[in-house]
């Protein structure tokens, strides 16, 4: 089993920055690569980043990527989303989830852990 639990989210104005963290427990978490998704109200739950076991393989949305970083700390066994020039519609609940290697980065299904997420408010 593993667990996952998000902090950092708050409220900052637009141009703010954010850095999300994401906790990991479980003695199998360091097999899992892991992913960051939001979900804004009446929206689906959206893709951001993936970041492999090693830190070594990344992957983001086009939408987000020349704003936001992903980034691991396997000694801690936390990943982070460093979030910049945020934006308004960057408002979403933010989750972080662990999924096996083998599959897809950016397929929800792909994920078997998340977190119970955090919210980020960007105000104008």
């Known amino acids: 089993q593993v667990q996952l639990v998000e902090s950092g989210g708050g409220l900052v104005q637009a141009g703010g920055s954010l850095r999300l963290s994401c906790a990991a427990s479980?003695?199998?978490?360091?097999?899992?690569?892991t992913g960051w998704f939001r979900q804004a109200p009446g929206k689906e739950r959206e893709f951001l980043a993936s970041?492999?076991?090693?830190?070594?393989?990344?992957d983001y949305a086009d939408s987000i990527k020349a704003r936001f970083t992903i980034s691991r700390d396997n000694a801690k066994n936390t990943v982070y989303l460093q979030m910049n020039s945020l934006k308004p519609e960057d408002t979403a609940v933010y989750y972080c989830?662990?999924?096996?290697?083998?599959?897809?980065?950016?397929?929800?299904?792909?994920?078997?852990?998340w977190g119970q997420g955090t919210q980020v408010t960007v105000s104008s």
């Open positions: 989830a662990a999924r096996p290697p083998w599959t897809t980065s950016r397929t929800l299904s792909s994920y078997n852990y």
């Open positions: 479980g003695r199998t978490y360091s097999n899992y690569n």
């Open positions: 970041i492999s076991a090693s830190g070594g393989i990344t």
